[in-house]
């Protein structure tokens, strides 16, 4: 598990295979506003209340996680598919050669975001990235802040 506190520049940071050349320009479309999560090919962005620092937590697992997401204020999840690994964890505007980096091995990963940010922007603003090997799927809220 790793821990992290990335610079969210307009309101959104990304996790990448680190040669993927997928573009999130066009994938925030009105709907991937609305969930908080745009995917491109090997890149998945992930939407934030806050346009700041915020504390994002990443692990690369086995299997699938438990279900905790009535921890949470929204859950999504999409697919990744990582090429050559590793991944890159950064906000949108970070310099890339410096931005964190993460072991994951080529193949096909869901990923699961799950968000604390009912009370956002506040110190209790969280955001969880769990990505296991998994069929691809598309876009998916699992839960809804708005529910």
Request: proline share 8%; glycine share 4%; with cysteine.
């Amino acid at each position: 598990m790793r821990h992290l506190q990335l610079f969210a520049d307009y309101f959104q940071f990304y996790v990448q295979d680190e040669p993927a050349s997928g573009d999130l320009s066009d994938a925030w479309s009105q709907d991937a506003v609305e969930r908080l999560l745009a995917v491109a090919p090997g890149v998945v962005g992930v939407g934030t209340i806050s346009n700041s620092n915020v504390p994002v937590t990443v692990e690369v697992l086995d299997a699938s996680p438990f279900d905790d997401s009535s921890a949470f204020d929204q859950v999504n999840e999409c697919t990744l598919v990582v090429t050559q690994g590793p991944l890159v964890v950064a906000g949108c505007t970070d310099y890339f050669p410096d931005a964190a980096r993460i072991p994951a091995q080529p193949g096909i990963y869901r990923v699961r975001v799950s968000y604390r940010i009912a009370d956002a922007p506040s110190a209790h603003e969280l955001y969880r990235l769990q990505l296991w090997p998994a069929p691809a799927i598309e876009p998916t809220v699992v839960k809804s802040r708005a529910a």
